[in-house]
């Protein structure tokens, strides 16, 4: 009940409804916007798969944990951005404020459950298009939440999430080259 009266908050005022969110802080919110994401990231990629109910909830977990580590990281990255820029932000605001962003991923789902449905719109084809547009759309959403919160421009919004993007994609092919790197060690 708190989702539908929180949704349409935002759709009356926008801003209001971001100052709210920002002004309660709630952890428990941001935690289930973020177990949103993580379930539309495993029923995205598994919709087709016949997964066991056990691997499924470990896959979800697993998915969480990962969404709140990056959700921790882009939080406190952007908060240092607007800390180089001398605006007053919080990492704990922007962290609940990247949880509500979860919610825009329950379009994954939608995107598989068509490619479930109609055998010609594989998921093969279908999925870059359906994260493009679902991470444009959550890109979107928190330079939108950013600048009606803190009052900065949209290019400074926008260049803060850019900003405390960078590192984790940095960390992450780091990772994935010592991975690979492993790997030929051990053949």
């Avoid at 991923?105 to 055998?119: E, G, M, R």
């Avoid at 999925?127 to 009606?148: D, I, N, S």
Wanted: hydrophobic share 60%.
């Amino acid at each position: 009940m708190y989702l539908l009266k929180s949704y349409f908050q935002y759709m009356n005022s926008p801003e209001e409804a971001v100052q709210s969110l920002l002004k309660e802080c709630s952890f428990s919110q941001a935690c289930v916007g973020y177990l949103t994401a993580a379930l539309s990231w495993v029923l995205f990629f598994n919709i087709l798969d016949g997964v066991s109910f056990p691997v499924l909830l470990l896959k979800i977990c697993v998915v969480f944990a990962a969404e709140i580590t990056v959700g921790y990281f882009l939080a406190s990255f952007c908060g240092l951005f607007f800390d180089f820029l001398h605006v007053e932000t919080s990492p704990a605001k922007l962290f609940v404020l990247l949880g509500a962003a979860g919610y825009i991923k329950s379009l994954l789902i939608a995107f598989a459950l068509i490619s479930a449905v109609i055998p010609v719109a594989h998921l093969g084809w279908l999925a870059p298009l359906a994260l493009f547009l679902v991470f444009a759309l959550q890109l979107g959403f928190l330079t939108r939440g950013v600048k009606r919160a803190y009052h900065v421009s949209y290019a400074k919004s926008f260049f803060a999430w850019i900003f405390a993007g960078v590192p984790i994609l940095v960390a992450f092919g780091l990772l994935l080259t010592f991975f690979i790197w492993g790997i030929s060690l051990l053949l």
